[in-house]
Structures are given as C-alpha cells and as structure tokens.
Nanobody, 118 residues
C-alpha cells in the first residue's frame, strides 16, 4: 500500500527551479492533521537533514541553508504538500524525502532525486 508519494525531482542547472510534490492519499488532511509535514534531503555520504516543515496551522520553518530560496506549502483538499525550490545550488543535490507526522503515525515516502549541475 503506497501511502506517501513524492515527485517533481530531476536534473536542473544551478540557478534553476523545481517544485516537489508529496501526496498522501490515505491520510486525513485537516486543520488538525497531519500535525507536521517535513521535507528532508540526503546527499551521498551525508546524513539526512531537515530542509523545511509545515504544521497543521500552516506555520512554516526552514533550514538556514534554504531560507529565502525554498517555500513549503500544503493543500489539504488535495492531500498534497509542495516544496518550491528556487535559485538552486549544487549543494542542494540530494534525495528528497517527505515525512508526515501525526500522533503515532510517522510516514515516509521513497523520495525523489534532485540533481543540480553547476
């Protein structure tokens, strides 16, 4: 049973943009849930790092490395969370994962690859 699906990754030149999508069709999206949706990324040989989060009240937070360039948003009616990535840098290269947290639920997708060429 597929519970979380990411898409939108690809190869882009430095300075370009991508929009990632995270769909969770089996999860209830409302003003109360999921409590938090996170985007993480992992570069080869590196630890997974938190990039951006959005909670059920649409409060956003970002890692310092992406502030001002990335925007996280959610559409409850579509059960989708987006990550708009602008002014991409080679350091943004990695596998991006969506993570939904709500009470005892902690869901991860398979991720989508983002490669930024310099």
């Amino acid at each position: 049973q597929v519970q979380v699906v990411e898409s939108g990754g690809g190869l882009v030149q430095a300075g370009g943009s991508l929009r990632l999508s995270c769909v969770a069709p089996r999860m209830i999206f409302s003003v109360y849930s999921p409590k938090t949706v996170n985007w993480y990324r992992q570069a080869p040989g590196e630890q997974r790092e938190l990039v951006a989060s959005i909670d059920s009240r649409f409060v956003e937070s970002y890692a310092d490395a992406v502030k001002g360039r990335f925007t996280i948003s959610r559409n409850n009616s579509r059960k989708t969370v987006y990550l708009q990535m602008n002014s991409l840098k080679s350091d943004d290269t990695g596998h991006y994962y969506c993570n939904l947290v709500d009470g005892g639920t902690d869901l991860w997708g398979q991720g989508t690859q983002v490669t930024v060429s310099s």
